[in-house]
C-alpha cells in the first residue's frame, strides 16, 4: 500500500495538457475519509488540468468519492479544494452547499429532466444569465456537440448516444471549475462512444479545467486518460500514466484490470543478479519460470500475471528459441470467444492460452493433446 | 331538492382544498424529505383522520374550538361571537378529517421523484425552492391532482365531522349529506334519493377525472 505521501511526490512531474491553460491554481485536491459498513474511503491525491480517469472495479468507492467532491454526500472528515476554492474542510467547518460548488456531474444514469426538452436541460443551469446571453450559450454548446437539431425533444424521444450528449452539454455549459464524469459513456457502441469522447476531449482542451472520469473500461483508459488513478476498497493502489499503470501492475487489482488472465502465487527460488533475472517457482507445483529480476530474495512471495495473448503453444517439443520458459503440459479444454480461441492448458498449473482460430485449426488441437507451452521472460510481470 | 345545502357543501369542499393544497404542500415536503429521527410520529397524526372513527375527531375538534378551550376563548374575544357550530369551525374540522388524503398523494408522488433528479438540479446551481419548483411539481403533477381532488370528493362526503362541529344550520351548516340523512329521518325517501344521487354522480365524475389524469399513456379522448 502506498502512504499519502508517497502520491503527493509524484506529482509535480505531471504534464500540463496539451492545449489549454495550466494555471496551478484550478488544480483539484482531495484529502478525505469516510466510514461505511463494509469498508472506508480513504484518498489523498490531486487532479491537474485535464481528464483523470478513475479507475477501479466497482465498489471501490468511486462514485461516493465523486459525491463527496459534489456535495451530495459529506466525508467525515478532511478538505476538497479547487485551487484555492474551499468545497469542504472538517476542520474548519466548511461544507459548501452543492448549488455553490460549481462542479459540473454527469451521472451514471445520466439524470436528464425527463419533463424538460434537450433546450431546456441545457438551460437549466444557465437561470441567473440574461435570456439572450442564455440563449446565445445554449446555442453555441448545442452546435459543438452535434444535437441542436435536438433541441424540441424531451429525453424519452432521442437515442441512448444523444441523451449522453445532452447530458455533457448541460453539465459544460455552465462552465464548472471542475467536471465529474461517472461512467457516463458505458452502455454505447464503439463508433458512437468515439466521436463523443473526440468531442470532450475538443472541449476540454480549449477550456481547460479539472475532470475526474470514472471507468471500468480499459479501452476509455487509453483512448481518454493523460493519468489514471486506481482505487481499491477505498484506497488508492496505484497512479500515473495509463502506459505505467497498465503495463507495469504491482497490485492485483490493477493487473485483473489491465488483462492478466493468468495471476499465479509464486516463491523466488534463485535470483541471477548478472543476468538480470530470477527463477520462481509457481505456487503448488514443480513449474519453475524465468523471470525480470526485481529487490527479492530466495524464499520471497510474489505474484506473476502472464496475458493469455503472451504465451506460445507448440505441438511438438520446440528448439532453438529465444524465450527462456519451456513448460509441457495437457491440453485440458478448447472454447472460443467470439474470434478468439481459449485453450485451458494444464502444466502443473491451469493455464489460459488464447490462440486465433486458423491456429486452433492447423495444429488440430483436441483436450488430452500433449503440447508445450512457450513464455518469454518479460511476459512475466511480477507484482507485490 | 335543498340547492342551499348544494351550493354550501360545495363552498366548503373548495375552500378545504384549497387550504389542504396550500398547507398540506409544505408539509408534504417536510415529510418527504426531513430526515428527523421522530418523524415517524408526525407521519402517524397526519394519518389518524384515516382510522379515527369522525364522531371521535368531531368531539375534539368542538372541544377544541368550544368558549372553554383557548382557542375557542381567543376567538370569542376577537370577533364576538363563539366558534363551534360556524362554516368557519366546519371548515377547520373538514381540514383536519382530509388531511392525509392530501398530504399523502403529495409525499407519495415527491417521493417518487428520482433522488438523481434532485442532485443534477443542485450540481446546476439550482437553489432547493427552485428545485422544487422546477423538478419536483412538475413531475408529481398526478399526485397533486389526485390529492386535491380526494381532498374534495371526501370534503363533499363527511358526515359523523360536520354533525359534531357544525351542527345541522340550514345555510351555515347544513351540507348535503346532513340534508339526506334529515330526508331519511322524515321519510322523504325520493327527496333523499334525488339528493343522493347528484352527490354519487358528483363524487364519480370527480374520481373518474383523477383517474384519466392518471393514466400512463394519456391520449387526447379516451375513446381514440
Known amino acids: 500500500m502506498q502512504t499519502p505521501a508517497k502520491i503527493k511526490d509524484s506529482e509535480p512531474d505531471e504534464p500540463a495538457p496539451k492545449t489549454g491553460s495550466s494555471d496551478p491554481r484550478s488544480r483539484l485536491s482531495i484529502q478525505l475519509r469516510k466510514r461505511f459498513a463494509e469498508f472506508g474511503l480513504q484518498t489523498d491525491f490531486s487532479a491537474p488540468l485535464g481528464i483523470t480517469i478513475l479507475f477501479g472495479p466497482s465498489g471501490a468507492g468511486k462514485t461516493t468519492l465523486l459525491e463527496c467532491i459534489a456535495g451530495l454526500t459529506a466525508p467525515d472528515e478532511g478538505r476538497i479544494a479547487i485551487g484555492q476554492k474551499i468545497l469542504f474542510d472538517s476542520s474548519a467547518g466548511i461544507n459548501l452547499a452543492t448549488q455553490l460548488r460549481r462542479v459540473g456531474y454527469v451521472f451514471q444514469d445520466l439524470a436528464l429532466f425527463p419533463h424538460l426538452s434537450a433546450e431546456q436541460n441545457v438551460q437549466y443551469g444557465l437561470a441567473s444569465l440574461a435570456a439572450d446571453v442564455r440563449r446565445q450559450k445554449c446555442e453555441a454548446i448545442l452546435e459543438s456537440f452535434r444535437i441542436a437539431h435536438l433541441r424540441a425533444r424531451t429525453p424519452r424521444e432521442i437515442s441512448g448516444g444523444e441523451r449522453q450528449r445532452v447530458a455533457l452539454a448541460r453539465a459544460l455549459v455552465t462552465d464548472p471549475c471542475l467536471l465529474l464524469l461517472d461512467e457516463p459513456l458505458s452502455g454505447l457502441d464503439a463508433v458512437t462512444k468515439s466521436k463523443i469522447i473526440d468531442d470532450l476531449r475538443e472541449w476540454n482542451g480549449a477550456h481547460g479545467i479539472p475532470v475526474l472520469y470514472v471507468t471500468h473500461s480499459r479501452e476509455e483508459v487509453s483512448a481518454l486518460g493523460e493519468r489514471v488513478v486506481v482505487l481499491e476498497a477505498g484506497h488508492i493502489i496505484a497512479q500515473g500514466t495509463p502506459h505505467e499503470v497498465m503495463t507495469a501492475p504491482r497490485q492485483e487489482t490493477v493487473a485483473q484490470l489491465a488483462g492478466f488472465e493468468n495471476i499465479f502465487d509464486a516463491t523466488v527460488i534463485a535470483t541471477h543478479e548478472d543476468r538480470g533475472t530470477m527463477t520462481c517457482r509457481l505456487a503448488n507445483s514443480e513449474v519453475e519460470v524465468e523471470t525480470p529480476l526485481v529487490r527479492a530474495v530466495p524464499g520471497t512471495q510474489l505474484g506473476v500475471g502472464i496475458r493469455a495473448g503472451d504465451v506460445l503453444l507448440a505441438t511438438i517439443e520446440p528448439q532453438g528459441l529465444s524465450a527462456r520458459n519451456l513448460i509441457p503440459g495437457r491440453l485440458l479444454s478448447l472454447s472460443q470467444r467470439d474470434v478468439v480461441v481459449v485453450a485451458k492448458v494444464d502444466c502443473g498449473v491451469e493455464v489460459e492460452v488464447h490462440l486465433t482460430l486458423a491456429a486452433r485449426d492447423s495444429l488440430a488441437l483436441s483436450p488430452g493433446k500433449k503440447i508445450w507451452l512457450v513464455l518469454k521472460t518479460h511476459s512475466c510481470h511480477l507484482m507485490a | ?224
Not at chain 2, 429521527?37 to 394519518?47: D, G
Not at chain 2, 438540479?121 to 399526485?143: C, D, E, N, W, Y
Not at chain 2, 327527496?191 to 391520449?219: D, E, M, P, Q
Open chain 2, 1 to 224: 331538492m335543498d340547492w342551499q345545502a348544494f351550493a354550501l357543501t360545495m363552498e366548503l369542499a373548495t375552500l378545504v382544498t384549497i387550504v389542504l393544497t396550500v398547507a398540506g404542500l409544505p408539509v408534504a415536503y417536510w415529510i418527504t424529505y426531513s430526515r428527523w429521527r421522530w418523524k415517524f410520529l408526525a407521519e402517524a397524526v397526519v394519518a389518524l383522520p384515516i382510522v379515527l372513527p369522525p364522531t371521535v375527531l368531531g368531539f375534539y375538534v368542538l372541544l377544541a374550538l368550544g368558549p372553554r378551550s383557548p382557542l375557542g376563548r381567543a376567538w370569542q374575544i376577537l370577533t364576538g361571537h363563539t366558534l363551534a357550530f360556524t362554516f368557519t369551525a366546519l371548515a377547520i374540522g373538514s381540514v383536519l378529517y382530509s388531511l392525509p388524503f392530501a398530504v399523502q398523494p403529495f409525499a407519495a408522488s415527491f417521493a417518487a421523484v428520482d433522488a438523481r433528479l434532485l442532485a443534477a438540479s443542485a450540481t446546476l446551481g439550482a437553489s432547493r425552492p427552485r428545485t422544487f419548483f422546477r423538478i419536483v411539481m412538475p413531475l408529481s403533477v398526478s399526485g397533486l391532482v389526485t390529492g386535491m381532488a380526494l381532498s374534495f370528493a371526501h370534503t363533499l362526503g363527511e358526515f359523523g365531522v360536520v354533525l359534531m362541529v357544525g351542527g345541522n344550520i340550514p345555510g351555515v351548516t347544513r351540507t348535503v349529506s346532513i340534508d339526506i340523512y334529515d330526508k331519511v329521518q322524515a321519510l322523504d325517501y325520493a327527496g333523499a334519493n334525488a339528493t343522493a344521487l347528484v352527490l354519487l354522480a358528483i363524487c364519480f365524475v370527480v374520481l373518474s377525472l383523477v383517474y384519466a389524469t392518471n393514466r400512463k399513456v394519456w391520449t387526447a379522448w379516451p375513446w381514440k
